[in-house]
């Protein structure tokens, strides 16, 4: 067979191997960690007040600041847009 059938297959024994438990030569990439309570005292706002401007309830930032949850896919990205630049979400969000 082809080059591309002999890469594909190597690939489908790294993962049937990766899937038993052996990690030799497999590396896992795994998202940084985000301070929540610290991007959020950045902005100097409240719990309430950070949760009603960015949309976000209550009870997921208590949950994402007590570590018992970690923020996924779009709330990850928002609240890593805010830690660089809030006032860009704060615009982007305001009712006109």
């Known amino acids: 067979m082809g080059q591309a ?11 049937a191997d990766h899937a038993k438990g052996n990690k030799s030569g497999v590396v896992e990439h795994a998202p940084q960690a ?3 309570r610290a991007i959020r005292e950045k902005t100097s706002m409240s ?9 976000i309830s209550i009870g997921t930032l208590r949950h994402w600041e007590q570590g018992l949850r970690r923020p996924r896919g779009a709330a990850r990205v928002l609240l890593k847009v805010v ?7 704060i615009t982007a969000v305001q009712e006109k």
């Open 5 to 15: 059938f002999t890469e594909i297959s190597e690939g489908l024994k790294d993962a």
């Open 34 to 36: 985000l301070d929540v």
């Open 47 to 55: 719990q309430e007040r950070f949760c009603a401007t960015f949309g």
């Open 83 to 89: 830690d660089q630049n809030p006032m860009a979400v």
